[in-house]
């Protein structure tokens, strides 16, 4: 490609317009729900971690809380199914975060714990994505934040409801 014809694709590049979504796009749930999604893990690479997902830290974060359980029963905490959860745990395994055991009353169980690594890195993080949760809800009004949150989480259980249901 030349120099005219690389002036050329930036000239067109300055003429696009941008659109606005489609009405009814705006109008459906399910629009903003990845939108937003979409929107909360950029600003979760940019200002929490690029390497730690979401789902890792909600794994670390319940390992936390409850010390001792088993993987399956820390995967319905988070909201993960069995196998996605076995990857997360693999890989948090692998970075020195998380340790696995065979539990002292199933042995086809594995009871996770935090490793000193994974705990000192929960903390950052945990700071980080508070400060993110702060920047997220910002434009809500403080005595609303909590219901907002609550109703997110309510939605969230309905929809996955909605998922499991054989037809609409």
């Given at each position: 490609?030349?120099?005219?014809?690389?002036?050329?694709s930036?000239?067109a590049?300055?003429?696009?317009?941008?659109?606005?979504?489609?009405?009814?796009?705006?109008a459906?749930?399910?629009?903003?729900?990845?939108?937003?999604?979409?929107?909360?893990l950029?600003?979760w690479?940019?200002?929490?971690?690029?390497?730690?997902?979401?789902?890792?830290?909600?794994?670390?974060s319940?390992?936390?809380?409850?010390?001792?359980a088993?993987q399956?029963?820390?995967?319905?905490?988070?909201?993960?199914?069995?196998?996605?959860?076995g990857?997360?745990?693999r890989?948090?395994?692998?970075?020195g975060?998380?340790?696995?055991?065979?539990?002292?009353?199933?042995?086809?169980?594995?009871?996770?714990?935090?490793?000193?690594?994974?705990?000192?890195a929960?903390?950052?993080?945990?700071r980080?994505?508070r400060?993110?949760?702060?920047?997220?809800?910002?434009?809500?009004?403080?005595?609303?934040?909590?219901?907002?949150?609550?109703?997110?989480?309510?939605?969230?259980?309905h929809?996955?409801?909605?998922?499991?249901?054989?037809?609409?």
């Open positions: 490609m030349g120099p005219a014809d690389q002036e050329e930036r000239a590049s300055r003429r696009r317009v941008s659109l606005a979504p489609p009405a009814d796009l705006v459906a749930p399910g629009y903003g729900a990845r939108r937003a999604y979409q929107a909360y950029a600003a690479s940019r200002h929490v971690d690029p390497v730690l997902t979401g789902p890792q830290f909600a794994v670390l319940a390992i936390r809380a409850y010390p001792e088993d399956t029963a820390l995967a319905g905490a988070v909201a993960l199914d069995t196998s996605t959860m990857d997360v745990c890989r948090m395994e692998r970075r975060l998380i340790a696995r055991h065979e539990s002292p009353h199933d042995a086809r169980a594995k009871v996770l714990t935090l490793t000193d690594a994974g705990r000192e929960l903390a950052e993080i945990n980080r994505a400060a993110l949760d702060v920047a997220l809800m910002e434009r809500v009004p403080e005595d609303q934040r909590s219901a907002v949150a609550s109703l997110l989480n309510d939605l969230g259980r929809w996955e409801g909605v998922a499991d249901r054989d037809a609409l």
